[in-house]
């Protein structure tokens, strides 16, 4: 498709268990970001890819979340021991030249329900 | 401190008016500053970018920059109902890397 593609769009999922969204990006964007949003806040940055390479994963808040993209296209989020507060959108964005110089474009998120 | 400030909100203005949206960050080597409009229950969409001080206009909107005072505003003219939404202020992360803090938004209902 044209956009950055998400799946699932909506996962429910109990305390504890573990938990994978997809990303697949614009073709031809080096360039893959993750962040998550709450309501009411705006997107968290979680993690930022050039390539296959995390560029910065210090957005990640604990180890229970990780992150790849082994070819340096699709991206995979996952999440160990998922826990009631991981509850929010996720949101990947990909961009051709990068976030500073140029636009993010985002998908329409995957909203993840810890129960 | 946050990296992004915004006033949350809401901002309502009638349709027609000048809505006028805020945004401070607190890193002074930022160099790219954008704003993102977001519909609820949909995305961010990029609507504006600015990387220099000063004023840039692209239609209906007008990005202001001010790295002195580390400050940066949207205005809209002619207000549409079209335009209630959240906006959201982006700045590049420290010494600009190649990401993006976000503020918390500020949602805007233009009356008709």
């Known amino acids: 498709g044209a956009g950055v593609s998400q799946t699932p769009s909506n996962k429910v999922t109990e305390k504890g268990k573990y938990v994978e969204l997809r990303c697949d990006p614009i073709?031809?964007?080096?360039?893959l970001y993750w962040y998550r949003q709450s309501l009411g806040q705006g997107p968290e940055f979680l993690i930022y890819?050039?390539?296959?390479?995390?560029?910065?994963d210090s957005g990640l808040p604990n180890d229970r979340f990780f992150a790849v993209r082994p070819e340096g296209s699709v991206s995979t989020l996952k999440i160990q021991r998922t826990e009631r507060g991981d509850s929010a959108v996720y949101l990947c964005?990909?961009?051709?030249?990068?976030?500073?110089?140029?636009?993010?474009?985002f998908g329409e998120g995957s909203r993840l329900t810890v129960l | 401190q946050k990296e992004v400030e915004q006033n949350s909100g809401p901002l309502s203005v009638p349709e027609g008016a000048i809505a006028s949206l805020n945004c401070t960050y607190s890193d002074r080597v930022s160099q790219s500053f954008f704003w993102y409009r977001q519909y609820s229950g949909k995305s961010p969409e990029l609507i504006m970018s600015i990387y220099s001080n000063g004023d840039k206009e692209d239609g209906r909107f007008t990005a202001q920059l001010n790295k002195a005072s580390q400050y940066v505003s949207l205005l809209i003219r002619d207000s549409q109902p079209s335009d209630s939404a959240t906006y959201l202020c982006a700045v590049n992360a420290k010494g600009g890397a190649n990401n993006l803090f976000f503020g918390t938004g500020t949602r805007l209902t233009v009356i008709p």
């Open positions: 890819f050039q390539g296959t390479g995390a560029a910065d």
């Open positions: 073709s031809g964007h080096t360039a």
């Open positions: 964005a990909s961009s051709f030249q990068g976030a500073s110089t140029g636009e993010l474009f």
